[in-house]
């Protein structure tokens, strides 16, 4: 496979996984709510999509060394600063894997393809090209990625259920039935009768008429 070939893979293969990643976080949507899984999000979405970047530039033109070397050098100084800063703010205690414990080696590779891409013949060395050397770099970068994303999908918790109190039962109302659902005697009045108090008063008014 041409070095051509090689990274039009690349490219489509990072630019695949940046749109899982999204698609993993849309279940995982708890990973947002804070500062700090947000960095550790962005971290892995970064080391996703920078060396996807550095695959189509690599396509442009390849037999000018000066477009590879500069754009190279440009996305991998941007992926050493914001990895540098990442790790320097994730240093609170928790569940660490090794991919997340060892985060300087994403920093080591960017700086390995910043060196490749102001001097390539560093590379030869080995007897490799400069392209050829930030390829492995690229590979590198990639299964890095995937053990950051996999980390932080499986250690990091899902936030706990919160469920309702039941009711205590001393203070809820009761609900039983009536032991007694008949109903109890109906007032005088709904019964049709006079009651004592006016009937004996109409017996006192009726003894002084006929007096």
């Known amino acids: 496979m041409d070095l051509s070939t090689f990274y039009a893979v690349v490219s489509a293969t ?5 749109g899982l990643w ?19 999000v962005g971290g892995v979405y970064v080391t ?27 996305v991998a100084l941007i992926g050493a600063w914001s990895t540098f800063r990442l790790i320097r703010a994730d240093r609170h205690p928790g569940v660490r894997g090794p991919f997340r414990r060892h985060r300087w080696l ?15 013949e560093v ?18 970068l990639v299964v890095l990625a995937h053990g950051l994303a996999w980390e932080l999908l499986t250690t990091t918790p899902h ?7 039941s009711p205590d039962p001393d203070l ?19 019964r049709g009768q006079v009651p ?6 109409g017996r006192r008014h009726g003894g002084r008429e006929a007096e």
């Open 14 to 18: 990072c630019f695949t996984l940046v």
């Open 22 to 40: 999204w698609t993993a976080l849309e279940r995982r949507r708890e990973l947002l709510a804070t500062d700090e899984t947000r960095r550790l």
């Open 48 to 74: 996703f999509l920078l060396p996807g970047v550095m695959g189509l530039f690599a396509q442009v033109d390849p037999g000018r060394p000066g477009v590879w070397r500069t754009t190279f050098g440009l």
């Open 106 to 120: 994403v920093a080591v590779l960017y700086v390995v393809i910043i060196v490749l891409g102001a001097a390539p």
């Open 123 to 140: 590379a030869g060395r080995v007897g490799l090209s400069g392209l050829q050397a930030a390829a492995l770099a690229v590979v590198c």
């Open 159 to 165: 936030p706990e259920e919160h469920h309702l109190p």
């Open 172 to 190: 809820s109302p009761s609900l039983s039935p009536d032991p007694d659902p008949s109903p109890g005697p109906a007032p005088d009045r709904e």
């Open 196 to 201: 004592d108090q006016v009937r004996d008063q």
